[in-house]
């Protein structure tokens, strides 16, 4: 029973389009993350919403959008996708957002041609 | 600017002896740090983290050892196996803030029979 579940794994797309990746998480979790891997294997934060609150966004272009619907989910929203975009791209979880570990996904793999 | 180095890239070991892997940071504020381990295809997996309020952590074969003044971490395993064979993340947070990890870029461990 997968903890942080994220669909698509992988994605392929054309630039100029516009894509959604979704997540939940089974933990009982208040706190939700997005994380960049990119071709350089650098794993970065882009946002972080506790309770459905938005209190990490990083520098991110406003083509990236997250939307919390309710504590367990957190899905990211891609408008107009460029080829800088492709990276593979995890969600996270933790109990509180002070200090504590942090519970990922298996990542989604995004292909932008 | 990176905050959280790992200078190897990657590190072959034989089964049953001792693998080190190492972690430098540069942010003084960081004070909770993590080791993750992530397989290919898969979500980083957390292993073993460390409070600055303490030098040594220990979970059955993994220790994590701080040293605050040299701001260096490291993650002993020992004895090795070829389950460990897996990328290793070392990640730094600072508590009181929102919860946001910091990683450096990875080393490869390789546990050869």
């Known amino acids: 029973d997968t903890a942080v579940s994220q669909t698509p794994k992988y994605l392929v797309t054309q630039m100029g389009n516009d894509k959604s990746i979704k997540c939940e998480q089974n933990?009982?979790?208040?706190?939700m993350y997005w994380y960049k891997q990119d071709s350089k294997k650098f794993l970065k934060i882009m946002f972080s919403y506790n309770n459905k609150e938005l209190i990490i966004n990083e520098t991110v272009p406003n083509r990236f959008s997250p939307k919390s619907p309710d504590k367990a989910h957190l899905n990211l929203h891609i408008n107009s996708l460029e080829l800088g975009d492709s990276a593979v791209y995890f969600c996270?979880?933790?109990?509180?957002?002070?200090?504590?570990?942090?519970?990922f996904g298996e990542g989604s793999w995004l292909t932008v041609v | 600017d990176q905050q959280v180095k790992q200078n190897s890239p990657s590190l072959s070991v034989q089964e049953g002896r001792i693998s080190i892997l190492n972690c430098d940071y540069t942010?003084?504020?960081?004070?909770?740090f993590l080791w993750y381990k992530k397989y290919p295809a898969e979500g980083p997996t957390f292993l073993i983290s460390i409070s600055s309020i303490k030098d040594k952590n220990e979970d059955g074969r993994f220790t994590v050892f701080l040293n605050k003044s040299a701001k260096h971490l490291s993650l002993h395993i020992v004895p090795s196996q070829p389950g460990d064979s897996a990328v290793y993340f070392c990640a730094a947070s600072r508590t009181g803030t929102a919860s946001k990890l910091t990683f450096g870029t990875g080393t490869r461990l390789q546990v050869t029979l």
């Open positions: 942010n003084s504020m960081f004070d909770y």
């Open positions: 933990l009982g979790h208040d706190t």
């Open positions: 996270a979880s933790s109990q509180g957002s002070v200090g504590n570990t942090i519970y």
